[in-house]
């Protein structure tokens, strides 16, 4: 399928992130992992990175998480865990946050969740600018241009908000980032 072409029955911007989808395959080896974070600048919590193979069925209303509201996005995330062919996640506290820089814990969330789907996946897109090895590659925005990078968008960020209610009762505490301004002594 040709970027742009309009896949039938969906919106015309949920259709443009399947079309990207389809023509990343086609000058790279598929099925396409796409992948996220949630949390890069919070000043408490996690970061959490998903990475997601969509499977055949288109889900709708897929878009970038920060686009939706969050019915919605707990909507497609059940769709996404039902119909995604794999899903990975992973988690880097507050502590490992503060201990290592968030930047090295978004690198290595990435790193880690595209590489558990290597089996999976022919080839790797991830949402930013971080050099992310060879089979993987980075382009700002993705999660507002690709179905598989939104997919992880939504994986990300209804689970690191879920984290975060869990966690709303308490004040400042170990799931803070003490390292950040405005939160240590």
């Known amino acids: 399928?040709?970027?742009?072409?309009?896949l039938s029955g969906l919106p015309q911007e949920e259709s443009s992130l399947y079309a990207f989808d389809a023509a990343?395959?086609?000058?790279?080896?598929?099925?396409?992992?796409?992948?996220?974070?949630?949390?890069?600048?919070?000043?408490?919590g996690p970061l959490v990175a998903a990475a997601v193979v969509l499977g055949e069925a288109e889900i709708s209303g897929i878009n970038d998480s920060k686009l939706l509201r969050p019915a919605l996005r707990e909507r497609i995330f059940g769709a996404l865990l039902r119909q995604a062919?794999?899903?990975s996640v992973v988690a880097y506290p507050a502590w490992w946050i503060d201990r290592h820089?968030?930047?090295?814990?978004?690198?290595?969330?990435?790193?880690r969740v595209?590489?558990?789907?290597?089996?999976?996946?022919?080839?790797?897109?991830?949402?930013?600018?971080?050099a992310l090895g060879p089979e993987v590659q980075s382009l700002p925005k993705a999660d507002a241009r690709s179905a598989a990078v939104a997919a992880a968008s939504v994986v990300a960020k209804v689970l690191r908000d879920d984290a975060m209610r869990a966690l709303s009762e308490q004040g400042p505490c170990r799931v803070h980032r003490l390292s950040y301004a405005g939160v240590g002594a």
């Open 85 to 87: 062919e794999a899903v």
């Open 114 to 130: 595209l590489s558990s789907l290597k089996a999976q996946a022919g080839c790797g897109l991830a949402d930013g600018n971080l």
């Open 24 to 44: 990343w395959v086609l000058c790279h080896c598929g099925p396409l992992a796409g992948a996220d974070e949630a949390g890069r600048g919070a000043l408490a």
């Open 1 to 6: 399928m040709l970027s742009g072409t309009r």
């Open 101 to 111: 820089g968030v930047g090295l814990a978004n690198r290595e969330a990435l790193i």
